[in-house]
């Protein structure tokens, strides 16, 4: 395994706890100590135990020379990091640096596997080069679909394994090396394996901007967005999954995704409009929620004390990583809001923020409570208590997680999204 992060380290400890001999190779040496030693430098529900279990039982462990991780391998998977360039694409240029790197050290015949999400038509082009030069490397692509929270979990019951190869015998590898997972297997070539992944995050990004933008036009003709996704969400072709209203979708994978996805399509010759206007309405989003603070506090943000409760793109993480609501807290201070903020998985400091450590902390003589994050914790706020603590009575649920009827009786005006 190359890469020791997300995706990398959730991979590395489940394919040990299936019984392979797992070694990473991973360039940050403190990150490399850390992991020998069992501690896992993210919180993410099982990976710990698996973690130790691995180190204890000799069949996993970390290295900062990818040469010597590759060594003797069958199959080698490459979990890097594919950051956004300025121009929206996917940066190719910590993978081929790695690719490089291991080339010359890796076995003959090899599975080379790209789990990180490449451009479409990466897998292909790699497996030219290593053509060009006589080597007998199998590239193929193996999409990783986990979410953070989630992601072990993802790993040993995956909704389905898609496996992208030009050749029988490298999908056999890769088949022989998921034994023990049941999951449907997709077997298909590298570029539409590569699609795959794209397709899927685009997807479900548009079914979230999809439910936001039901939800502002609910607010504009006065229904209920609750009611109107429940109804809708029975239909079994719609399903009530992905579709909650928020500040818009955030993280390390739909914003960048949804991009990249757009530059490939442009650069195909398919201009594929569907989804810039998904990028463009999901930025509309943030400021939706500011126009809700800005109007709950009478029209003018300068000088206001604005409770931010979450800081996270989503709940059940500590990821901060593309999160609306440090798009939002910027928006509000550009305006020149006074915020505070809180959440419960961020206890460090955060650039630019004021954080404290409840949320009664926040609302202290705030002039209005924003929710941004979708933490359950919010769900059995003390309404009363918040009234007390706070000098006004503004409530904007950024995320529709409160009862509204709760919160005007503990004499707070509420505001969700589209209800
Ligand atoms: C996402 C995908 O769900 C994974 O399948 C994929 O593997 C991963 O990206 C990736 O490409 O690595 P993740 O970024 O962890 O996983 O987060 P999600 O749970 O998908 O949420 C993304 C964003 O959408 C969050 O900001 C979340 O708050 C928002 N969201 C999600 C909503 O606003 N409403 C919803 O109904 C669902």
């Known amino acids: 395994m190359i890469g020791a992060g997300y995706v990398g380290l959730v991979q590395a400890v489940g394919l040990a706890s299936l019984g392979h001999q797992v070694v990473v190779g991973e360039a ?48 080698v998977f490459i ?54 030069v006589g080597a007998t490397v199998r590239v193929a692509s193996n999409p990783e679909f986990l979410a953070e929270g989630t992601a072990l979990d993802d790993f040993l019951n995956p909704s389905r394994i898609v496996i992208g190869a030009r050749s029988m015998a490298t999908v056999e590898m890769l088949t022989s090396v998921y034994e023990g997972i049941e999951a449907p297997h997709v077997v298909t ?40 996704l429940l109804g809708m969400g029975h239909d079994g072709r719609i399903g009530h999954h992905f579709m909650r209203p928020g500040p818009g979708f955030g993280g390390s994978c739909f914003p960048k995704d949804t991009k990249a996805l757009t530059m490939i399509a442009r650069a195909a010759g398919y201009p594929f409009s569907l989804l810039e206007g998904v990028i463009e309405v999901n ?30 793109y989503k709940a059940g993480t500590a ?41 009664l902390d926040a609302v202290r003589d705030a002039d209005v409570m924003v929710i941004t994050t979708d933490w359950d914790e919010f769900r059995h706020l003390d309404m009363r208590a918040v009234r007390a603590a706070m000098s006004g009575t503004a409530v904007v649920d950024g995320r529709n997680l409160l009862e509204p009827a709760t919160v005007r009786a503990a004499g707070l005006h509420y505001q969700g999204i589209g209800r």
């Open 28 to 75: 940050d040496a403190d990150r490399v100590r850390k992991l020998s030693s069992g501690h896992v430098p993210f919180e993410e529900p099982g990976v710990s135990d698996l973690l130790e279990r691995g180190l204890r039982d000799g069949c996993l462990r970390f290295t900062t020379d990818n040469r010597e991780a590759v060594s003797g391998a069958e199959v």
């Open 79 to 132: 979990a890097l990091p594919t950051p956004e360039a300025d121009d929206g694409r996917a940066d190719l240029s910590i993978v081929d640096a790695v690719v490089a790197e291991i080339g010359s050290s890796l076995e003959p015949e090899v599975v080379l596997v790209f789990k990180s999400t490449v451009p479409v038509g990466t897998t292909d082009r790699v497996q030219q080069e290593f053509d060009a």
């Open 189 to 228: 070539d590298p570029v539409s394996a590569e699609m795959v992944k794209y397709s899927s995050n685009a997807y479900l990004a548009t079914r979230v901007t999809f439910a936001n933008a039901i939800a502002n036009l609910c607010e504009a003709v006065g229904a209920d967005v609750e009611d109107v």
């Open 283 to 312: 930025q509309a989003q943030h400021r939706v929620v500011v126009d809700k603070v800005r109007s709950a506090v009478g029209g003018v943000l300068q000088g206001k004390r604005v409770a931010v409760l979450g800081l996270t």
């Open 319 to 359: 990821d901060l990583r593309g999160s609306p609501s440090l798009e939002v807290i910027r928006l509000l201070q550009e305006e020149g809001a006074d915020v505070a903020a809180f959440d419960p998985a961020v206890a460090e400091a955060v650039p630019g923020i004021t954080t404290v450590f409840t949320a």
